[in-house]
Every structure is written in structure tokens, then in C-alpha cells.
């Protein structure tokens, strides 16, 4: 690794040149103050030049064709696979499969992988801080083959009991899911230790990258873990376009997801025989503009370096909680900053988290509200909602300025 | 903009004056909105020639959908059935003083259309009950 040689701090000012958004004002003379990067990341210049320019000058169908055209696409396509081969330490770029995003990448494992190997009773094992993304999925396909689902509880400090996961492990699930950084708390979960803990029990592991992948190193191998799934829109690429890894025997074995072209070898009246991997697993014709997109965002992200980006985000994280707990009648909620990514959800007593985001809205600052698609873990903190800002590697602490100062100006008014 | 918080809004909001639940009550519904987690209950009581003679909501949201709530309860009082299925959602929003945005205009326009899913006696409340 060249991590060592790469500096750990952050050019912010010179990142957010990148970002052409960044410049624009929500109103005239109010600049934008995006921290709602967990639900969507802004795009880098590059990144929207490279799609641009593949319509412009490569546009064609990938694969089949003879045509320059098409061999320029097919060949921009793959090195895009391949990029994002490389950013998680895939032993192969055939064990990266595209899809639109880590949704379809885990809808995948369960059509396919979890229908053709879970049998009625079979356990799978998932946490309370799971986003709807992973837990629908399950929900859906056990009330179907009569599975069992079990949540690996969360603590009043956000943080997986892993005590009671063990305990859990005992039943012998077949599968353990799981978030490797939750949406909502920002908690970083131990993987390596919970994909260990359930290899030794005999189950595979799915982890959910959807927030580990864009803002912490994530290597595969590293992790032992069997599916991976994450999408290119919450780390500086465009909308459309996700990935999923697999174990190569796993992903050799597993049936087709869709079916259609591209995924075939031969087609006859009646049968069909499946491609190889990954195209066994890509129907249809993909997001090939958004694949390329994918694909330069991962290497501007690469080029930084993900530790760096880590790094700042720490930074950023606690400074905001430090300013956050501040402000009387705010609550954070997750572990302390040492256990989480660059989330803050909190509540505000006495105002609804609509009225804070609306409010703060007013001053060009972009936060979410609602339950972040986690409504049940809202539910065990006995919360409707939240007020949720987030942060990446384009944010500054003078954001987080401003975000504490539009929350004094919510109490304001409701007072 | 700054209408979206007027005083009257925030004033209803924290202080209703028609939060309560009626037991008994002729009529009784309540719903969601998902989109935030707003909930609204409106329970009523009305006398033999269908005039609504007490009002009252329950619930937990946001400003917006918890100061309509208070303000159509207000206004429906003493009105007969028959004219609480003809308001639309001008009249919330007359009420409230302000024009929304289409995410905003779910929150204001919960309470009119779970008052309207109990008046018509509905299973179900459906948006089309208040899109007019």
C-alpha cells in the first residue's frame, strides 16, 4: 500500500473545486451547505465529463459488436469493472457484477444464492440497525420458504451487542447480513470479527457497503466475506449503477438472477445456457454511461485515497458531535466518534425533524428528515424520525458552523 | 417563505386547542403519512341531523400537519357532514395562510383527508379524497 507515502490531510478547498455544484446558490446570494451525502453523493467534474464524453465520442451497445464504437464501449466498460475490482481487492474483476445498486445487489443473493440453497426453517441472521434495502429482501423471501429471521440487537449506544450474536450463531443460521456502516448511527460494525464469528458457525456473510465502500477502505479479502453489495451514486458516481461481489465458487454455482440477453451463452426454443461470470448475472443491456462514471469516480476516490478520506471525515464527525451536544434540547444518537462514519441523526425537543430540516433548509443547508429507511430501528429508540447530516470529503468544519447556528435559529422560532 | 413559520402556525402547534380524543364518539379514523411519520386522529361527535357538535384530533408530526389538524377541527365545528365532504384543499390552506411545496402539502392536507375518510365512512383513506 502507497497509503503511508499519501498525505492524511485533506486539500478541502481544492476538492470542492471538483465539485461544480458546490459553487451554486439554493437562493441567490445563499451557497449551497450539502450535508445530506448519505442519501446521494455530489459528482466530481470528472466523473460527469467522462459520461459526457461517452455519449459524445463511444456511445454503442457493449459486447457483441465488431464496430470500433462498440469495442471502444465494451472495452470503457470493463476497465470501469475492473477499477472497481481493484478499489475493494477482488482477487478477479469477474467477481464484480453490475447492477442498478446495493439493493438489487442484495435482492440478487436472495433470489438466487438464498433460493437455491435455504430450505423451510433455515435461520438467517440480520441486525436492528439495518437499512429497509436489507431486511425487505429477507422479509419477502422467508415469509416465502418459511425461513426464520433473527436480529442481532443494538445497544442504547448504538453499537451491535455482539454477545447476543454469538448466542444467535448457536441456532446455526445459514446466512448472516449486515451493515458494515449504518445509515442512520454511522456506526462502523466490527466486520471482520462478526463475518469470522459466523464462518466458524458455518454461515456465509452478505455485508451491506452501501456506506462502508464510499467512505472507509473495504478489501474483500481482507474481510473474508462472501457477497458485498454497494452503489456508485453514494460514492461520487452517477445514479443506476451499483456492484456486487461474490465468492467465485458461490458466484459460479448461483442460478441467474434475470434472464434475457447478455446473460446467455445459447438460447433455444426451450432452454437456455448461462454465460459466464459476471454476464451470467447482467441481463439485458446495463447502465454502460453510468458504469464509466462508476468507474473514474472510484479512481478519483483511489487517487486520494480512502484513508484520507476517512481520516477527514473523522475530523468532521467530531467536531459536529462535539458542537452538536452542545445545543440544549439535541440528542445524537449512535456511539461516540471513534465507532462512526460521518453521520449525525439527531433530534431537537419540542420540533418535529421536518421543521428543523425545512428550517435549516432557509440558509442553503441540506439535511435529511424522516427515518432514513431504518423505521424499525427508530422504533427501539422510540422515535418517529430524525434530522440526519451527513458529511464527506468535500465538507468543512465551517459547515458544521453553520448547521449548529440554523439549529439556534430553529429554537428561535419555536420558542 | 419565513410564512411557513408564522406565528399562528407555531402558536397552534404548541399550543392546540382541539387536542383530545372523544369516547364516545359517531365517528372515529385515523392514518399516516409515511413520507414523515406525521400521524393524525380525528374523532367526532354529531346529532341527529348530522351537525358536527364536538371535534377533536390527536396526534404527533411535524408544524405543519399538527397546526392544519387544529385549525380544520376548529373550522368544522357545528358544520354538518354534508359540508365537510365538499372542502377541498383550498380551504386547508386558506386556513393555514401559506402555499407548499408538494412534499410539505402532504403533511398539511393529513388531517382533511383522515376527516374525510371518517365522514364517508371509508376503510381506508386515499389521496384522492383531498386532491382537488
Request: charged residues 25%.
Amino acid at each position: 500500500m502507497t497509503a503511508s507515502l499519501r498525505s492524511t490531510t485533506l486539500d478541502v478547498r481544492k476538492i470542492r473545486a471538483d465539485f461544480p455544484i458546490l459553487n451554486r446558490e439554493v437562493r441567490p446570494g445563499v451557497p449551497l451547505v450539502y450535508l445530506d451525502s448519505t442519501a446521494t453523493s455530489q459528482k466530481p467534474q470528472v466523473v460527469i465529463e467522462a459520461m459526457d464524453t461517452f455519449y459524445r465520442r463511444h456511445n454503442a451497445n457493449i459486447h457483441r459488436g465488431v464496430h470500433v464504437l462498440a469495442e471502444e464501449a465494451t472495452a470503457m466498460y470493463e476497465a470501469a469493472r475492473g477499477q472497481v475490482a481493484k478499489l475493494i481487492n477482488a482477487p478477479s474483476a469477474k467477481q464484480v457484477v453490475f447492477t442498478r445498486n446495493t439493493t438489487e445487489s442484495i435482492n440478487l443473493v436472495a433470489y438466487t444464492w438464498a433460493r437455491a440453497n435455504l430450505r423451510p426453517g433455515d435461520l438467517i441472521v440480520l441486525t436492528e440497525m439495518e437499512h429497509h434495502s436489507n431486511l425487505v429482501p429477507w422479509q419477502i423471501l422467508a415469509s416465502e420458504r418459511d425461513l426464520r429471521l433473527e436480529f442481532i440487537p443494538v445497544s442504547e449506544n448504538g453499537l451491535l451487542e455482539l454477545d447476543a450474536y454469538k448466542q444467535l450463531l448457536e441456532k446455526e443460521p445459514k446466512l448472516v447480513a449486515f451493515t458494515q456502516m449504518s445509515n442512520v448511527l454511522g456506526t462502523i460494525n466490527p466486520a471482520r470479527e462478526i463475518i469470522k464469528l459466523a464462518h466458524e458457525a458455518g454461515a456465509l456473510t452478505l455485508l451491506d457497503g452501501a456506506q462502508s465502500v464510499p467512505h472507509i477502505p473495504v478489501d474483500v479479502q481482507a474481510l473474508d466475506v462472501d457477497f458485498l453489495g454497494f452503489s456508485a451514486h453514494k460514492m461520487l458516481g452517477p445514479t443506476g449503477i451499483g456492484a456486487l461481489y461474490g465468492k467465485l465458487d458461490l458466484l459460479d454455482k448461483m442460478p441467474p438472477f434475470m434472464g434475457g440477453g447478455e446473460m446467455i451463452k445459447t438460447v433455444k426454443l426451450r432452454t437456455f445456457s448461462s454465460n459466464e461470470l459476471p454476464h451470467k448475472f447482467e441481463a439485458g443491456t446495463p447502465a454502460i454511461a453510468e458504469a464509466v462514471g462508476f468507474g473514474v469516480a472510484v479512481e478519483y476516490l483511489m487517487d486520494i485515497g480512502l484513508e484520507t478520506v476517512a481520516a477527514h471525515e473523522q475530523e468532521v464527525i467530531e467536531y459536529a458531535l462535539d458542537r452538536l451536544v452542545e445545543i440544549p434540547g439535541v440528542r445524537v444518537f449512535g456511539p461516540e466518534s471513534k465507532h462512526k462514519g460521518g453521520v449525525a441523526s439527531f433530534t431537537l425537543e419540542g420540533v418535529h425533524p421536518h421543521d428543523v430540516a425545512q428550517i435549516l433548509d432557509r440558509d442553503g443547508i441540506a439535511v435529511r428528515a424522516g427515518h432514513h429507511c431504518a423505521q424499525p430501528l427508530h422504533e427501539k429508540f422510540g422515535i418517529p424520525a430524525t434530522t440526519r447530516a451527513s458529511f464527506y470529503l468535500y465538507n468543512m468544519k465551517a459547515e458544521v458552523d453553520k448547521l449548529v447556528e440554523g439549529i439556534y435559529k430553529v429554537k428561535e422560532i419555536f420558542n | 417563505m419565513d410564512d411557513l413559520y408564522r406565528e399562528l402556525i407555531i402558536e397552534h402547534y404548541k399550543n392546540p386547542l382541539f387536542r383530545g380524543h372523544l369516547d364516545p364518539n359517531d365517528i372515529h379514523f385515523e392514518d399516516d403519512n409515511p413520507l414523515c411519520g406525521d400521524h393524525i386522529e380525528i374523532t367526532l361527535r354529531v346529532d341527529k341531523d348530522d351537525r358536527i357538535t364536538e371535534a377533536a384530533f390527536e396526534g404527533h408530526g411535524c408544524a405543519i400537519s399538527q397546526a392544519s389538524a387544529d385549525l380544520l377541527v376548529e373550522s368544522i365545528q357545528g358544520k354538518t357532514l354534508d359540508e365537510v365532504k365538499q372542502l377541498d384543499k383550498q380551504v386547508v390552506l386558506d386556513l393555514l395562510g401559506i402555499d407548499l411545496g408538494p412534499v410539505r402539502l402532504k403533511c398539511a392536507l393529513l388531517s382533511l383527508k383522515v376527516l374525510k375518510a371518517g365522514v364517508y365512512g371509508l376503510g381506508e383513506a386515499s389521496d384522492e379524497l383531498v386532491e382537488n
